[in-house]
């Protein structure tokens, strides 16, 4: 089984051009948004836009609500597909789901600025930004069961009045999701720093924590996730390595977890080690 993925921004087109890359790479599965389609179905999961707020809808992407990636895993193994063409909105989402669902490492990275024009990106974001439609690359009649939100129409293939023959793409569906209508949500940085706080004070081997710090990964206006640092004072006697590594697993994780923002890095500086004083005994 091989593994594709289709990188881009949110909102910039990647679900409306996914059946046409899946085509153009012999892709028979695609990973969007917290489903798995196959053939115009969906064979598993439940799509991110069926959530009622956006961090519900990033948690759901990126497969960490409990319960969610295993559904998944079992039916790609049940399915065995010759190749999964992986939607998200950057590489490291990407990555993040391929290891999430037990992927084979991907092969292959499409940009989404590789396979539309300025102009068509433009479009696709003023849709998403000013009107909350999105699009899911599947028939409506597929999502009627499993989406809560606003179906508002099917949108057939791009070149279905085309007076030249070509191959079909599939159908594809308009979605408003419930939580495009409540507005921007913001997580203040300080959120970030009680997390790290309460995970890192919480590892028995860490004497003291100080000067955490968040940093926004931002290309243009768009947030693409968080860099996180910080200092800690170790008791001496602990294999550091080991120590550190866990404690940036269980960070990123709870960061992740909680917020649903993308954690790209967790670098912790042991700026000393506490060695405890021993008393003889005359």
């Known amino acids: 089984m091989d593994?594709?993925?289709?990188?881009g921004p949110s909102g910039t087109g990647k679900s409306h051009r996914a059946l046409q890359v899946a085509r153009e790479h012999e892709?028979?599965?695609i990973i969007d948004d917290g489903i798995l389609i196959k053939d115009g179905h969906i064979v598993a999961g439940e799509s991110a836009k069926t959530e009622k707020s956006k961090i519900m809808a990033v948690r759901r992407a990126i497969f960490v609500l409990p319960g969610h990636a295993d559904e998944v895993r079992d039916a790609i193994?049940?399915?065995q597909p010759h190749r999964i063409l992986v939607i998200g909105t950057s590489e490291n989402m990407v990555q993040k789901i391929a290891k999430t669902l037990k992927l084979p490492p991907i092969q292959s990275i499409v940009r989404i600025e590789d396979i539309a024009s300025r102009t068509e990106i433009a479009t696709?974001?003023?849709h998403r930004l000013k009107e909350g439609k999105h699009?899911?690359?599947v028939p409506t009649i597929e999502l009627k069961p499993h989406f809560s939100g606003f179906l508002v129409n099917p949108l057939q293939t791009i070149f279905k009045q085309s007076p030249v023959?070509?191959?079909k793409l599939g159908e594809k569906s308009i979605v408003r999701p419930v939580f495009s209508y409540y507005g921007k949500l913001i997580i203040d940085d300080r959120v970030i720093q009680v997390i790290v706080e309460k995970i890192v004070k919480a590892r028995e081997f860490v004497k003291s924590l100080k000067n955490i710090t968040v940093k926004h990964v931002l290309k243009g206006e768009e947030d693409r996730g968080l860099t996180i640092s910080c200092e800690v004072v170790l008791s001496y006697g602990s294999h550091i390595p080991t120590m550190i590594s866990q404690t940036q697993?269980?960070?990123?994780?709870a960061v992740e977890f909680t917020t649903g923002m993308i954690v790209h890095a967790v670098d912790i500086s042991v700026k000393a080690l506490y060695v405890e004083q021993r008393h003889k005994l005359w």
């Open 3 to 7: 593994v594709i993925a289709l990188v």
């Open 27 to 29: 892709a028979d599965a």
């Open 165 to 167: 023959k070509r191959r």
């Open 135 to 137: 699009i899911i690359p």
């Open 249 to 253: 697993s269980h960070v990123r994780d």
């Open 77 to 79: 193994q049940e399915m």
């Open 124 to 126: 696709a974001q003023f």
